[in-house]
Nanobody, 121 residues
Framework: QVHLAESGGGLVQAGGSLRLSCAAS????????MGWFRQNPGKEREFVAV????????YYADSVKGRFTISRDSAKKTVYLQMNSLKPEDTAVYYC??????????????WGQGTQVTVSS
């Protein structure tokens, strides 16, 4: 089993920054990847970014490329999502997940509880 706990969400003005954290506990998963997704009510869960745990390869959605940065601290088993130049359309509940290196939510096996990010205009 893997347990994921997100933190760092909140309310920020457009143009501001937030850093989300996702701390993992449980069995090791060096062969996996960790991803961030976001979701608004009534909409499908949307891919944001992913990082391969071994090697650190990353991939971003076009909508966040150049503004968001995903990184990991292997010793702390924690993944971060640094979000800069935030826009109102970034408002969503953000989830971290462990699974395959993929943009598809179904490829991920374990999910956190989510953290709300609200960007005011």
């Amino acid at each position: 089993q893997v347990h994921l706990a997100e933190s760092g969400g909140g309310l920020v003005q457009a143009g501001g920054s937030l850093r989300l954290s996702c701390a993992a506990s449980g069995r090791t998963f060096s062969s996996y990847a960790m991803g961030w997704f976001r979701q608004n009510p009534g909409k499908e869960r949307e891919f944001v970014a992913v990082i391969r745990w071994s090697g650190g390869m990353t991939y971003y959605a076009d909508s966040v490329k150049g503004r968001f940065t995903i990184s990991r601290d292997s010793a702390k088993k924690t993944v971060y999502l640094q979000m800069n130049s935030l826009k109102p359309e970034d408002t969503a509940v953000y989830y971290c997940a462990v699974g395959g290196y993929s943009v598809v939510a179904e490829a991920y096996e374990y999910w956190g509880q989510g953290t709300q990010v609200t960007v005011s205009s």
